[in-house]
């Protein structure tokens, strides 16, 4: 099977596998090269797959998958591989405590201008007007 995993802003994945285990909504699934085709939503967590090489890892935030004959493409919103499951954990938390921090600047941005043109509109009404 051709494994594709794609990101937003990268191609994170594009391999020759034998063999894909991830989670979807309704559980866990593995697929196999004469799988019937197959769509599914994924949730967070891990993917793995195997290839010539040995077993493969990766960390996918919520996507969907298809498999359309050979082909398995995944489409998520964020991913990162690892090697192995400790330095993958170790990876995802670096990445997300980062996310963390940039989500929480950018409410606060958002925040300040919401108050700011709610401060500006209650200003900008006619004096009399209730």
Same mark, same amino acid.
């Given at each position: 099977?051709?494994?594709? #995993?794609?990101?937003?802003?990268? !191609?994170?994945?594009?391999?020759? &596998? /034998?063999?894909?285990?991830?989670? =979807?909504?309704? @559980?866990?699934?593995?697929?196999?090269?004469?799988?019937?085709?197959?769509?599914?939503?994924?949730?967070?967590?891990?993917?793995?797959?195997?290839?010539?090489?040995?077993?493969?890892?990766?960390? #996918?935030?919520?996507?969907?998958? !298809?498999?359309?004959?050979?082909? &398995? /493409?995944?489409?998520?919103?964020? =991913?990162?591989? @690892?090697?192995?499951?400790?330095?993958?954990?170790?990876?995802?938390?670096?990445?997300?405590?980062?996310?963390?921090?940039?989500?929480?600047?950018?409410?606060?941005?958002?925040?300040?201008?919401?108050?700011?043109?709610?401060?500006?509109?209650?200003?900008?009404?006619?004096?009399?007007?209730?």
């Amino acid at each position: 099977m051709k494994l594709h #995993v794609l990101l937003p802003i990268e !191609v994170l994945v594009e391999e020759e &596998v /034998s063999k894909i285990v991830g989670e =979807g909504q309704n @559980g866990s699934f593995c697929l196999l090269p004469r799988h019937v085709d197959f769509v599914t939503a994924l949730v967070p967590g891990i993917l793995s797959w195997t290839t010539a090489a040995g077993e493969q890892l990766a960390a #996918v935030s919520e996507g969907v998958l !298809v498999k359309s004959g050979p082909n &398995v /493409s995944i489409s998520a919103r964020d =991913g990162i591989r @690892g090697d192995q499951l400790e330095t993958l954990q170790q990876l995802v938390e670096e990445r997300f405590l980062t996310l963390d921090d940039r989500e929480r600047s950018a409410r606060q941005a958002v925040a300040r201008l919401e108050a700011d043109f709610f401060r500006r509109f209650l200003e900008s009404g006619e004096p009399g007007r209730v």
